[in-house]
Nanobody, 129 residues
């Protein structure tokens, strides 16, 4: 059974940090791109970041402009886990955050993407001003 379990969300004040974790099982994690999405009330789900470590000696990382310099994605293929370190959080970062995986992820714009095979549970991030 494929599982992607996200955790680490919470309620913080603007400027504070959170570290989200995604634990995967049931599929070959190392062969997949791992992504973080978020969905705020009334808005489309958008990709936040992804990391591709499926190729030997190669790592590709993507961030949307809104989080560049504030968020850092990482993954550990040996532990089947991924993390999203979120610093200097802003109220507009408030959303449910989901981890997801796919062999090939394509992002046209943050709200237009494809290639996701597996979705994980969400974790709520709330940033107060």
């Amino acid at each position: 059974e494929v599982q992607l379990q996200a955790s680490g969300g919470g309620l913080v004040q603007a400027g504070e940090s959170l570290r989200l974790s995604c634990k995967a099982s049931g599929f070959t994690f190392a062969d997949h791109v791992v992504a973080w999405f978020r969905e705020a009330p009334g808005k489309k789900r958008e990709v936040v970041s992804y990391i591709d470590r499926s190729k030997i000696d190669s790592t590709k990382i993507y961030y949307i402009d809104d989080v560049k310099g504030r968020f850092t994605i990482s993954s550990d293929n040996a532990k089947n886990t991924a993390h999203l370190q979120m610093n200097n959080l802003k109220p507009e970062d408030t959303a449910v955050y989901y981890c997801a995986a796919g062999r090939v992820i394509e992002v046209i714009i943050p709200t237009l993407w494809g290639g996701i095979e597996y979705w994980g549970s969400g974790t709520q991030v709330t940033v107060s001003s």
